[in-house]
């Protein structure tokens, strides 16, 4: 039972334009989402999170949506660039324990010169 | 600071062979998480350590099993490997590991069983 849902294997975005990630989830005790991006042959590094008790957190170009009603959370990243092009992972856990962290299968991103 | 290392980074074994992953968290770290990533299911959750215990563990066969020592570094350990076993492993570490807090992932060991 997937938890955690990323519906978009992948995507392509012009350079300069807005990239918008999405991912749903079905488990209502998740109350902190990340998303991480990764490369190939590295590791994912973490980019931004969110707490349910707000619906918009942003940092720089990259901000996250979330909407509990839909139980749905959004990445947009304005403008988006090259070096944005790698698979971003959407992330969730219950913050009231020692929860594991339950993560999407991940939307590669191709953003084009 | 060094970031979390992984060793090694490639692997091949044979199906039925046994092979242990290590990991060195970043210093300072007290938590680690290893997960498994396969094509098109993302990274599944193995399980998590903090200070020598077992704090939490996912849905994997016993066959999967990890320990981790004083000095916060762990291992993984895969017995009777299967060729679905096949996998990119990625360990995670971070301060405390509660889910509020971003991990730090090392570059992973990529397992290949024949």
């Known amino acids: 039972d997937q938890q955690v849902k990323q519906n978009s294997p992948s995507l392509s975005v012009q350079e300069g334009r807005i990239s918008i990630l999405n991912c749903d989830y079905t488990?209502?005790?998740?109350?902190?989402f990340l998303w991480y991006k990764k490369y190939p042959a590295e590791g994912p590094t973490f980019l931004i999170s969110i707490s349910s008790i707000k619906d918009k957190n942003e940092d720089g170009r990259f901000t996250v949506f979330l909407n509990k009603s839909a139980k749905h959370l959004s990445l947009h990243i304005v403008p988006s660039q090259p070096g944005d092009s790698a698979v971003y992972f959407c992330?969730?856990?219950?913050?009231?324990?020692?929860?594991?962290?339950?993560f999407g299968t991940g939307t590669k991103l191709q953003v084009i010169p | 600071k060094a970031g979390v290392t992984q060793t090694p980074r490639y692997l091949i074994k044979t199906r039925g062979q046994q092979v242990t992953l290590s990991c060195s968290p970043i210093s300072g770290h007290r938590s680690v998480s290893w997960y498994q990533q396969t094509p098109g299911q993302g990274l599944q959750f193995l399980f998590e350590y903090f200070s020598e215990t077992q704090r939490n563990k996912g849905n994997f066969p016993g066959r999967f099993s990890g320990r981790q020592f004083s000095n916060s570094r762990s291992e993984m350990n895969v017995s009777t490997l299967e060729l679905g076993d096949s996998a990119l492993y990625l360990c995670?570490?971070?301060?405390?590991?509660?889910?509020?807090?971003?991990?730090?992932f090392g570059p992973g060991t990529r397992l290949t069983v024949t």
């Open positions: 992330a969730a856990s219950d913050s009231g324990g020692y929860q594991k962290v339950t």
């Open positions: 488990n209502s005790m998740f109350d902190y």
């Open positions: 995670a570490s971070s301060t405390t590991g509660t889910g509020t807090y971003e991990q730090y």
